[in-house]
């Protein structure tokens, strides 16, 4: 997984890590359960996605995160741009 330049400081400052999971909501989990300080950029309270996934360049909405990704999907994760 591609992880965007203001996450990276959870990940030792990796710009991608190794996900394991057969849906986005599986490797997200995995993503959290390996660098624990990135949950709360990941979901809020709710447990709603807080950051933008894309996969093979097209972002993902929050009702797909059940969606099947395989191993040669590319992943990455982005925070949400603020303003208009």
């Known amino acids: 997984m591609e992880i965007s330049s203001q996450l990276q400081k959870f990940t030792g400052n990796a710009k991608t890590v190794a996900v394991n999971g057969d849906t986005v909501y599986g490797c997200l989990i995995d993503l959290s359960e390996r660098y624990p ?3 709360d950029f990941l979901f809020d ?3 709603t996605l807080k950051t933008v996934v894309v996969i093979n360049g097209e ?3 929050q009702k797909s995160l ?3 990704v395989s191993s040669d999907d590319h992943l990455a994760l982005l925070l949400p741009m603020d303003g208009g």
């Open 37 to 39: 300080l990135m949950s």
């Open 45 to 47: 309270m709710t447990g």
């Open 59 to 61: 972002v993902i909405p």
């Open 66 to 68: 059940d969606m099947a």
